[in-house]
């Protein structure tokens, strides 16, 4: 890939009067009363209106990733003349800061996590979607609540490219074959069943937390769920934000219902020590037995790539998937936990740029790669029949019938805590080393101040 020459800066206010009549496109109208924000003004400028066909991306994707974006980019240069060159790397957030100091920026940067383009945002560095995007049409066909994941201020400056969706439970057929329901109303309804499952001589859950130097991860996804299905998206992003502490009531509560599922002696293959010590990407193998060791299995869509060759070949007949369900209690929605990659716009004055975001996050990217397994769309409008399976399409349907999507959690707090004291914290609490009031007082206490 070549390295783009380094482009000139114009001032903040020529590119705001560039940004906003040049592309002749309406803000958001609730920018000014969505969370408190006063409207925002950060507007990027990231270089000079060159229209010359020549758009670069920079971002994550690697592997089979790169080849399914690169698929996409490449049909629609064909279709617009406009080429697009992709630049991927495993250490994607050092150095898009690093180009940024320098002056150095792409034109579109591909965030797998909503704080790094946040942070961008602060610096005013990216442009508000509203100001190139139809804010509402765009708003209208993703999965509800995608968007606040990349606001500030009262602007939002990122929207997705594709989505993960975490809120899935796994089954193997035979969990069907021992006469367990699939329609379950309830988180209760389902600790119900799990103490059948139990009774039965065979454990209910597949959990796995290990994954070296991340170890835990799998455990804050837990308790976001939880979360989010006790109290509710506002109790939700508000525990994010943290404008409640972590050791609030509300997250002290969320532990210990979490904990009837995973300190229930018999409830989990393997115990603690088999909770800790199991690779969360086999942490599903033990229900693929003959007896099966375990049936449930909560993990994200991508989990089917970690399951045995034999089972991914013939996924529909192998597996069946379930949305983890509500809770009962004082929140009444049917929320979705995930993820995604969203794309931000650094060269605000570029047409074809614009041209390219608009395509990236539109409900017509991603049916070349969604044929080839491992995309998954934001847009509940998305062509359902590019996906190559039934059990996709499952994903797909629990995701756009939510009530609401919110991010994972650990990905929108401070990293000391996100990738830190909570994944380490999840493993103590699990371990029984620490009470729940413990963990949640020191990682309260590791907050950056």
Known sequence: MRTRTKRLLAGISIGLVIVLFGTGCLRDPNASNRN?????????????????KQVEIFGSFSGAEQEGLEKELKAFQERTGITVSYTGSSDFATIIKTRVQGGDMPDIALFPQPGGLLEMAQLKQVAPIDTFLDYDAIDRTLVPGFLESARLNGRVYGAP????????????????????????ESIQELEQISDRNRDSGTAPWCIGFNADQSTGWVGTDWIEEYMLRMWGPDVYDDWTS??????????????????KIIKTEGNVFGGSDGVINTPFGDAMN???????????????????????????????????????PRYEGEYSGSPV??????????????????????????????????ADGGYLSPHKTFDQSKYPDETTRKIA?????????????????????????????????????????????????????
């Open 397 to 449: 349907d629990m995701a756009a019938d939510a009530d609401v999507f919110r991010f994972d959690g650990s990905d929108l707090m401070p990293k000391a805590v996100g990738s830190g004291t909570f994944w380490t914290g999840m493993v103590d609490w699990v371990r029984g080393n620490k009470s729940t009031k413990e963990v949640t007082d020191e990682i309260e206490a590791s907050w950056p101040k």
């Open 337 to 370: 936990l995930g993820g995604g990659d969203l794309a931000g716009l650094f060269n605000g004055n570029d047409p074809d740029a614009i041209e390219v975001m608009k395509f990236l996050t539109s409900d017509q990217f991603g049916q070349l790669w969604a």
């Open 161 to 184: 490219v594709r989505m993960a969706v975490k809120s899935v439970v796994w089954m193997p057929k035979a969990y069907e074959e021992a006469g367990y329901s699939t329609e379950v």
């Open 242 to 259: 943290h404008r409640i502490p972590f050791n609030d009531e509300k997250v002290q509560q969320a532990f210990d219902a979490f904990g």
């Open 286 to 324: 033990p229900a693929f037995q003959d007896p099966p060791k375990c049936l449930l299995h909560r993990q994200a869509n991508f989990a089917y790539s970690f399951y045995p060759k034999e089972i991914q070949e013939d996924l529909d007949n192998k597996v069946d998937v379930m949305k983890l």
């Open 36 to 52: 408190g924000g006063g409207g925002g003004e950060a507007i990027a400028d990231g270089g000079t209106t060159d229209g010359d």
